[in-house]
């Protein structure tokens, strides 16, 4: 028989038990919607009709997988030369996604970028920025060094990273990100450690990177690094990061071909080791020449290494509480270094830093003068002025003798060129697309011309007028008495070479794999010859010097060209993939002509025949010399290198003579010798003023 009272308990009964289902199911939905994901993505090198399908295939994976993330970070090499119909192609592929993304600057981005970093700007926004993210805070940085291929922290962005951290505080977890991988043995970024010094007090987890196209894991002072695999791989990749209710960071990678793995999980407290430690040697107010003692004492520590520059991590023995050890340091330049100290205990680490100086008497820094800028200019001596050019957008006239400013001049762009002065007019060109005149002694301005988006050429001077290229792939000739222009030549690619004239001709390379010949009163072409049909082989950053009847330069497939200027003509080639001449430009003196190689050699060709009569090693580890080219003062040749070091060298046997580090920073600048003084500017935004002793 059936009792109402009955059938109402169960009805009941399952009313309940089908509202407990629910709130259960919508509770771990609930949960599920506020788990905090985002995917990192790198290298996406937007070109080709395969790099946008595979770019397509890694977004349609991410969809697919249903992680919805909260946004997808690219972090940089975005495109391959930075044109702007890859950016219309890749935003092409963003605008047919559903997923929000931000992006940071790769080297592919402005290495080949007729306008630096302008475009990237323009396309996807501002170089450096902060985001909220959960319980953590997003930090991304530019690593993107105008027109090299090299990374480099911006002096902009660092200083702005500090106000920003203030900010934040010292507790709350902080995930950074740049396009280049900082802190691994082979060196990626010149002033890794500038910002290292600026973070390491802060509750930093994690930094995420492209770049090196694979999955890679290191660690540093309780920092996770991860380097994420390419889009542009045969297999894309990229990485899944959410946070557990647990207070944990998970970290995922995947494949479009494999499923989701579980690469670790980590705490978002700090895992950085503090230690007490007692530095006995070296100081910083002791010089050292050839040997290099180290004393100190830690407690608490398991294991110490240490390295210098961060170079090759060598154990410190170990006495109870006491680490010592003896280094020979008769290698290494003279100039500031940095010996790092990693110390490891209990799964914690920290890393310890302390400079220290080197001077055999070679060499003594007379004087050193801070810009808020880069410097890639090549400076010239004007009388007892020396005038070279900042990325902070300034033109700086300092006193050769005492490095004190004469005057400055703003400019609406980075000044990466050489300015030349004729009687008392001082000409220069910037990243702003003008060009200037300004009053060689006060830097009063005559006149400017406007000619282009951006300038990254520098000007020469002949019979009244200037000749320069320009980001539209133009030369230009303009009268140097009111910057009016007298004729442009279209070229097929971006002019970033100073030209040089002689016989009433202006020649030049362009990144279109063309070597140009013009006439200089009317810019006719007389003659032009293909150098390269692959753009990054052109002859387009070695600046051609002529000596005679000849015009010689270099080119990144490792050959040293020599043409005749009336026809255009081979006269000879060096090709040497072992020495590795490429994008620095030649020096000459008595019958030689001297070349920087990217395998960090200084070498002399016989200018006449192109056998070689010396070549030198300038470093016991690779030290390329890029954009800094041999400045020559009989008998020593001088250049500057990737790690930032100066060299003397004689030049009539090859022999080093002195090495000189400036600090953290590429040598990009060419020096400029004045009696026994060697003027250079560096990335670490200084002008440096070093006596030859």
Known sequence: MFHMDTGVTMLKKIIISSLLSFSILFSHAAIAKTVKSFIHITDTHIKSTESIERFHTVLKDIENSRINPEFIINTGDITEIGSMPEYQSYKAVLDSSDFKFYHLIGNHDVRWSNVGKKRYEYN????????????????????????????????????????????????????????????LEKKYIDNELELFKIIED??????????????????????????TKAVMSQDPGYRILQFNSNNELEIYTKTVTTTKKLDFKRSLNSRKLNVSISVRSPRIDRVYEDNLPILMTIHDVKKAEISIDQRNWTE???????????????????????????????????????????????????FKVETRGEIQSTPIISDSSIIFGSNDGFLYSLNTETGIENWRFRTNGPITTEPIVKQDTLFFTSGDGKCYALNSQQGDMYWKSSISESIFSSPVYSEGCLYFGSSDSSMNCIASKDGSVQWRYKTGGFIKVKPNIKFEKILFGSWDGYFYCLEADSGNLVWKKKIHDNLYYSPATSNPLIVLDRVYFASHDHTVH?????????????????????YSSPANFDNKVVFGSLSGNLFALDEQNGEEI????????????????????YPQVVVGSIAGNLYGVHLDTGEKKWSYRLNHGYIFSSPVIK?????????????????VL
């Open 202 to 227: 802060y509750n930093v987890i994690l930094f995420l990177c492209g770049h090196g196209h694979q999955n890679k894991h290191w660690t540093l002072h309780g920092i996770d690094f991860l380097m």
């Open 675 to 691: 009696d026994d003084v060697v003027f250079i500017g560096s990335t670490d935004g200084y002008l440096y003023a070093l006596k």
């Open 124 to 183: 996807l926004g501002p170089l450096y920025q902060s985001i909220e993210f959960g319980p953590a805070q997003l930090i991304l940085l530019d690593t993107g060094t105008l027109l090299e291929q090299y990374g480099h922290f911006s002096i902009e962005s660092l200083n702005w990273l500090k106000q920003e951290l203030e900010k934040i505080g010292k507790t709350k977890p902080i995930i950074l990100g740049a396009h280049h991988p900082p802190f």
């Open 316 to 366: 410190l023995k170990q006495g109870g509480s006491k680490f010592m050890a003896n280094f020979n340091i008769s290698h290494l330049p003279e100039g500031q270094h940095t010996l790092m100290i990693k110390l490891n205990s209990a799964n914690k680490e920290c890393l310890k830093l302390f400079d220290f100086n080197i001077n055999r008497g070679n060499t003594s820094l007379a």
């Open 562 to 582: 020599v043409l005749d200027i009336d026809n255009g003509k081979t006269v000879w080639e060096h090709s040497d993939k072992k020495h590795k001449p490429g």
């Open 614 to 633: 010396w070549t030198t090693t300038l470093s016991d580890t690779l030290d390329p010399i890029f954009d800094s080219s041999p400045s020559i003062k």
